[in-house]
C-alpha cells in the first residue's frame, strides 16, 4: 500500500479546503493511504515549529504534498518554521527518492503563488526528492491559471 503526506499550514480555511480536494482524491486511489497534517501555531515555541510524529510519519510515506498560502510572495512564517525544522532530515536524506507536490491559495487570481510553489520545488530539490507538477493542460477551466509547477 502506498501512502501520501499532505503537510500544509492555513491561515483562513482556504488552503485547508486544497487539502481537504487532495486527501478526497488520494482516498479514490486503490491501494493508497494519504494522511494530511495542518502545521498550527501552537506546534511553534519560541520560533521553531516542532512535532516529531508528524516528522516520523513524513519518514514513512512515499510522498509529500506540501502546501501554504502565498503571503507577500511567499510561503507562510509558519510553513517556512516546519521547513526550517525538517533541516535535520535533509542533512540525512531521509526523504530522498520520494514523490513531492505542492499547492498553494492566494486572494487574488495571480497574487505570487509562483514563488510559493518554486520554494516549495525547491525545498524538495535540497531533500533530493521528485518533483511532480500539476499535469493539467488549460483547458475547460481546468489548470486556468496556467500552473504547471503546482496547484494554485
Known sequence: MSSIAII??????HTHLIAEAFAEGVNKVADTKVQPF????????????????????????????????????GVAAQFKAFVDAASGIWF???????????????GSPSGDKQGTL????IN????????????????NGVNRLGSYMGVM
Not at 47 to 66: C, K, M, P, T, Y
Not at 92 to 106: C, D, E, M, V, Y
Request: cysteine-free; overall charge negative.
Open 8 to 13: 500544509y499550514f492555513s491561515g483562513t480555511g
Open 38 to 73: 495542518r502545521i498550527t501555531g501552537e506546534q511553534i515555541h519560541n520560533g521553531r515549529w516542532h512535532n516529531e510524529e508528524v516528522l516520523e510519519a513524513l519518514n514513512q510515506s512515499d510522498a509529500i504534498v506540501f502546501g501554504s498560502p502565498t503571503y507577500m510572495g
Open 92 to 106: 540525512q536524506q531521509l526523504w530522498k527518492n520520494k514523490l513531492a507536490g505542492g499547492f498553494t491559495h492566494s
Open 118 to 121: 518554486l520554494y516549495l520545488a
Open 124 to 139: 524538495a530539490a535540497q531533500h533530493s526528492m521528485i518533483w511532480v507538477g500539476a499535469g493539467e493542460m488549460n483547458q
